[in-house]
T-cell receptor, first 115, second 115 residues
Framework: GAGVSQSPSNKVTEKGKDVELRCDPISGHTALYWYRQSLGQGLEFLIYFQGNSAPDKSGLPSDRFSAERTGGSVSTLTIQRTQQEDSAVYLC?????????????FGPGTRLLVL | AQTVTQSQPEMSVQEAETVTLSCTYDTSENNYYLFWYKQPPSRQMILVIRQEAYKQQNATENRFSVNFQKAAKSFSLKISDSQLGDTAMYFCAFMKHGGAQKLVFGQGTRLTINP
């Protein structure tokens, strides 16, 4: 079946502009994550949604970052007033919340470049 | 807080050889999961193998196997009969059981399989 999809695959923007990154999780997956991968680095947790519970926003680096998940499916990560240090690959992942089935399925990512 | 360390930034082997990637982690948790993910140039993260900490038996998936040493907090990945398609970044990751399913990643090992 279809995997996790993300759009756009690449985004170039100017410093100070706002950007929106989209994630379509696997159908039926109730958990959705956003991670950030900077050049040559591992993955940094940003935010986690689980069903109708309040999201875990503990990884968001500043108040310029926000995310929402509409209808328990599609999620949008918004970065306001982008800075050059926001340049990274933003990865979305989803999983089925069930005992011992906690593998995450990642999307291909959005590469963001802030000039 | 949990940390994951991959001490080998890069590795290179010949096709058909066996290669072992190292991973150590630090945690005070007793129940947790460990993962190895593969990230090819396409950027999509692919789950290679996972291990539940309560299981003493090492996980295997075809040519991929792990050496899980809980007391030593070590979780190495062995790739047997390596293939050109195994060329990728490999990330070791930790997730505690229960609560938010946050993966904590290592910095990654870039593996190159040479013909």
């Amino acid at each position: 079946g279809a995997g996790v999809s993300q759009s756009p695959s690449n985004k170039v923007t100017e410093k100070g502009k706002d950007v929106e990154l989209r994630c379509d999780p696997i159908s039926g997956h109730t958990a959705l994550y956003w991670y950030r991968q900077s050049l040559g680095q591992g993955l940094e947790f940003l935010i986690y949604f689980q069903g109708n519970s309040a999201p875990d926003k503990s990884g968001l680096p500043s108040d310029r970052f926000s995310a929402e998940r509409t209808g328990g499916s599609v999620s949008t990560l918004t970065i306001q007033r982008t800075q050059q240090e926001d340049s990274a690959v933003y990865l979305c992942a989803s999983s089925v919340r069930a005992p011992l089935q906690e593998s995450l399925y990642f999307g291909p990512g959005t590469r963001l470049l802030v000039l | 807080a949990q940390t994951v360390t991959q001490s080998q930034p890069e590795m290179s082997v010949q096709e058909a050889e066996t290669v072992t990637l190292s991973c150590t982690y630090d945690t005070s948790e007793n129940n947790y999961y460990l993962f190895w993910y593969k990230q090819p140039p396409s950027r999509q993260m692919i789950l290679v193998i996972r291990q539940e900490a309560y299981k003493q038996q090492n996980a295997t998936e075809n040519r991929f196997s792990v050496n899980f040493q809980k007391a030593a907090k070590s979780f190495s990945l062995k790739i047997s009969d390596s293939q050109l398609g195994d060329t990728a970044m490999y990330f070791c990751a930790f997730m505690k059981h229960g609560g938010a399913q946050k993966l904590v990643f290592g910095q990654g090992t870039r593996l190159t399989i040479n013909p």
